[in-house]
């Protein structure tokens, strides 16, 4: 098993920043990726960014690109997202995810590991 904890989301206003962090304990060498998804309520969650556990092959929503940057570091079992000039329609509960295995997909539905979520804010 692998247990994921989120930390850092908050209220901000618009145009301001956030870091969120992930960190990953349990039987993480198994790990292939990992990811961050974001739900709104009355919505599905919607895939937002991943990296390889080990690094690498990063991969983004077209409505975050340019703006979110995902980042591991692997000798603190942690990855990241650093989220600039955010916008109130990037408000939502932000979820740290994993997978152990290979998918060529990343709906939400393929991940196998879930924090418990982060509440992120932004005000106009």
């Known amino acids: 098993q692998v247990q994921l904890v989120e930390s850092g989301g908050g209220l901000v206003q618009a145009g301001a920043s956030l870091r969120l962090s992930c960190a990953a304990s349990g039987r993480t060498l198994g790990l292939y990726d990992m990811g961050w998804v974001r739900q709104t309520p009355g919505k599905l969650r919607e895939f937002v960014a991943r990296?390889?556990?080990?690094?690498?092959?990063?991969y983004y929503a077209d409505s975050v690109k340019g703006r979110l940057t995902i980042s591991t570091d692997t000798a603190k079992n942690t990855v990241y997202l650093q989220m600039n000039s955010l916008k109130p329609e990037d408000t939502a509960v932000y979820y740290c995810?994993?997978?152990?295995?290979?998918?060529?997909?990343?709906?939400?539905?393929?991940?196998?590991?879930w924090g418990q979520g982060t509440q992120v804010t932004v005000s106009s």
């Open positions: 995810a994993a997978r152990d295995h290979l998918s060529l997909s990343f709906s939400y539905d393929t991940w196998k590991y």
């Open positions: 990296i390889y556990w080990n690094g690498g092959g990063t």
